[in-house]
C-alpha cells in the first residue's frame, strides 16, 4: 500500500505564490490556497477572459511575468500544450534564482519539453479531479486526492515543500500519495488512451455500430450502449465491480462475466501494452509535440469528423427527449 499523506507545514509556503492560469484547475488552486492564507497572486495573459472573474472573485492579478518575479513558488496551470511557450517567454526570464516551480501534470517536465535550471525546485501537485471538484470539496470542509512528487530537490525540502501546498489546495484532507513525474505522467495518459476516453468510447461506439448494422433502431442502441453507462460506472464509483453486479440481474452478471474477456481478448491486451510502450518510449510525445507545431492538422479533422457521427444526432434526439418527457431521467444529462 502506497504511503498516504495527510498533512503540510503551512508555514513553508510563508512567500508569495503565483498561479499562472485561471481556468479549471488554476481558479480552484488560487482560491484555495488564499482561503489557507497563504499570498496568491494570478498571473494571465494581457486581455485573457479569466481576469475578470479573478479580481471578482477578490484575488490580485498581473501579468505573468510580472506574477512570477517576486514569487517563492510559481504554480504553471496553463493548458499543457502553451506551457513550453509561456515557461520559456515569461517564467524563465523572471523566475527568482531559487524560486520553485509547481505543476498538475507531469508532461512538459517528463518529456523534456520544460526544463527549469538546477537551483529551481520541480514538484507537483495533482489533485486527481476536475478543478471545480477541488473547489467545492475545500468550500464543503473536504478535498480531493492529489498525487505528489519531486523532478528536481534543489532546496533539499521539495517535498516537503509540494505537501505543504498540497494541503493548501485541501488534498491533503482527501489524501495525497507520492509518485514520480515518470509514473503520474505515463499512467495519466495510458489511462486516457486505453481506458477513460479512447478504449471506452471506442468501445460505445462499435457497440452502438454493431447493433445498427444489423437493423436494431438506433435510439435503442444508443440506449443500450452509451446512456446506460453511466449507471453502470455509478454502481462501480460507489462500491466496486462486486457491488454493481449485485445491482444487475444474474443473466446480466453471466453475459458480463463469460463475454467481457471475449471481447476484451488477449488481442486487446496486447494493443494496449504497445500504447503503453509508445508512452514510454516517448514516441506518442513526439507525436503529439509535432501534431501541436503544425497547428493541430489531425486533432481539427478527428474532431469535425466525430462530431458528423450519427451517435451525435441520436444522442441529442433522446436527451432533447428527456428533458420533455423524462424518458431517460436524470441519466440523460451525462454532457452537463
Ligand atoms: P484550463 O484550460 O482549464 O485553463 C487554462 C488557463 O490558462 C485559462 O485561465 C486560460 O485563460 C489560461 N491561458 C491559456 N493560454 C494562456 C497563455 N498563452 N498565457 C497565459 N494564460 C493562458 O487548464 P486546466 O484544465 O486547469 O489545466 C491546467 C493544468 O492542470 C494542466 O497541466 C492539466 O494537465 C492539469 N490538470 C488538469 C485537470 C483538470 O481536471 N482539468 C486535472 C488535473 C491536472
Ligand atoms: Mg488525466
Same mark, same amino acid.
Given at each position: ?13 510563508? /512567500?508569495? %505564490? &503565483? $498561479?499562472?492560469?485561471?481556468? +479549471?484547475? !488554476? ?118 486526492? /492529489?498525487? %505528489? &512528487? $519531486?523532478?528536481?530537490?534543489? +532546496?533539499? !525540502? ?179
Amino acid at each position: 500500500m502506497a504511503t498516504v499523506y495527510r498533512d503540510g507545514n503551512l508555514d513553508l509556503l510563508s /512567500g508569495r %505564490v &503565483a $498561479v499562472l492560469g485561471y481556468g +479549471s484547475q !488554476g481558479h480552484a488552486h488560487a482560491l484555495n490556497l488564499r482561503d489557507s492564507g497563504v499570498d496568491v497572486e494570478v498571473g494571465l495573459r494581457e486581455g485573457s477572459p479569466s481576469w475578470a472573474p479573478a479580481e471578482e472573485a477578490g484575488l490580485t492579478v498581473r501579468t505573468v511575468s510580472e506574477a512570477v518575479r517576486g514569487a517563492q513558488l510559481v504554480a504553471v496551470l496553463l493548458p499543457d500544450h502553451v506551457q513550453k511557450g509561456v515557461y520559456e517567454r515569461d517564467v524563465a526570464p523572471n523566475l527568482e534564482p531559487d524560486a520553485a516551480v509547481l505543476f498538475a501534470h507531469g508532461f512538459n517536465v517528463h518529456f523534456g519539453q520544460i526544463r527549469p535550471e538546477p537551483g529551481h525546485d520541480v514538484i507537483m501537485v495533482a489533485p486527481k479531479g476536475p478543478g471545480h471538484r477541488v473547489r467545492q470539496l475545500f468550500e464543503a470542509g473536504a478535498g480531493t486526492p /492529489g498525487l %505528489v &512528487a $519531486v523532478a528536481q530537490d534543489a +532546496s533539499g !525540502g521539495a517535498f516537503d515543500l509540494a505537501l505543504a501546498y498540497g494541503a493548501a489546495i485541501g488534498c491533503g484532507r482527501a489524501g495525497m500519495l507520492e509518485t514520480t513525474f515518470a509514473e503520474e505522467t505515463e499512467s495519466d495518459l495510458f489511462g486516457e488512451q486505453a481506458v477513460l476516453c479512447g478504449g471506452v468510447c471506442a468501445l460505445m461506439q462499435a457497440g452502438f455500430e454493431t447493433l445498427v448494422d444489423a437493423g436494431y433502431q438506433p435510439e435503442i442502441a444508443y440506449y443500450e450502449c452509451i446512456n446506460e453507462l453511466k449507471l453502470i460506472v455509478d454502481l462501480i464509483y460507489e462500491g466496486g465491480f462486486t457491488h454493481m453486479r449485485d445491482s444487475i440481474s444474474d443473466v446480466a452478471e453471466y453475459g458480463d462475466l463469460t463475454r467481457g474477456p471475449v471481447v476484451v481478448d488477449e488481442h486487446v491486451r496486447t494493443t494496449m501494452k504497445r500504447l503503453l510502450e509508445d508512452i514510454r518510449n516517448g514516441s506518442f510525445a513526439r507525436e503529439l509535440i509535432a501534431e501541436e507545431e503544425d497547428g493541430r492538422p489531425r486533432l481539427t479533422a478527428l474532431r469535425r469528423m466525430a462530431a458528423r457521427h450519427p451517435v451525435e444526432s441520436v444522442g441529442a434526439e433522446l436527451r432533447e427527449l428527456a428533458g420533455r418527457e423524462g424518458l431517460l431521467g436524470a441519466e440523460a444529462h451525462v454532457r452537463s
